[in-house]
């Protein structure tokens, strides 16, 4: 199996040429920013809310919000995002990934966040068992996470796009992705999300999404690394950052 913890989130420019992000570490890190805004920032009355939105228990809420938050950059875990440019495409292509460089039309076409949309479904089965009807809605909240939502169509269309999400050995990485954030935020996987989010708490859970991800994006208190240094993934990634990150 192709070895994840080759797969980027960012790569350094300019004075951070060389720098990257591992893909684990920000995904682990935007949904922990989640998970403290959760706890930090809702009041009780809007996580009394969302539990009911999502047909959760109350303490189930906190670990399924922080792992399907983190789960929003998955289609990155995909040949057009990982072969883009160097040196993250050298390093993934190392680690046994296949594929080519992807021309600025398909780089145009599977935007990462519509291919997290279009993959999602496949990337958790065998893994968490949630009804489809939830995790099309929960896709669909992840494919907005940018601050605009896919063309109605376009994540189907990219699914059936072997091109655009890549063959066994990708959709083996984003299962694998999967598996290591229940893993490292402890999500019940016996106590699964049993409701369908309205219209008001998908938007209410979009908003929360790139607002994590702007924060967890953030390289003053989630610095890129420079190899052969190496973030080591886990719930303990930067906690004092987080919280200082979000009270600014």
């Known amino acids: 199996m192709a070895e994840t913890d080759a797969l980027w989130a960012k790569l350094g420019k300019g004075d951070a040429a060389g720098q990257w992000q591992p893909l684990i570490c920000h995904l682990i890190d935007v949904g922990a920013v989640a998970e403290r805004i959760w ?22 809420v906190g670990p399924w919000l922080a792992f399907v938050v983190g789960l929003h950059d998955l289609g990155k ?3 057009v995002f990982q072969l883009q440019a160097e040196p993250g495409a050298s390093r993934v292509a190392g680690a046994g990934f296949p594929g080519e460089r992807p021309s600025a039309e398909r780089l145009a076409q599977a935007p990462h966040a519509t291919v997290t949309q279009a993959t999602l479904g496949p990337a958790l089965q065998g893994v968490v068992e949630v009804s489809e009807r939830v995790v099309r809605r929960l896709a669909e909240v992840l494919g907005g996470h940018h601050g605009a939502f ?4 376009a994540a189907r269309t990219i699914t ?6 890549g063959g066994t050995a990708w959709a083996a990485a984003r299962t694998a ?9 402890g999500v019940p996987v016996e106590v699964a999300p049993t409701a369908v989010p309205g219209l008001a708490a998908s938007m209410w859970l979009a908003g929360l999404v790139s607002v994590a991800d702007w924060i967890g994006s953030d390289t003053r208190y989630f610095p890129l690394i420079r190899p052969p240094r190496e973030r080591s993934p886990g719930r303990g990634i930067a906690g004092s950052d987080r919280t200082r990150a979000i009270s600014r």
């Open 160 to 165: 059936q796009d072997q091109v655009s999400v």
């Open 77 to 79: 875990a995909g040949p």
């Open 177 to 185: 992705l999967v598996r290591r954030l229940v893993q490292g935020f």
């Open 39 to 60: 706890e930090q920032v809702c009041s009780p009355s809007q996580r009394a809310w969302l539990a009911r939105s999502l047909g959760l228990p109350g303490d189930a």
């Open 150 to 153: 896919p063309k109605l169509g």
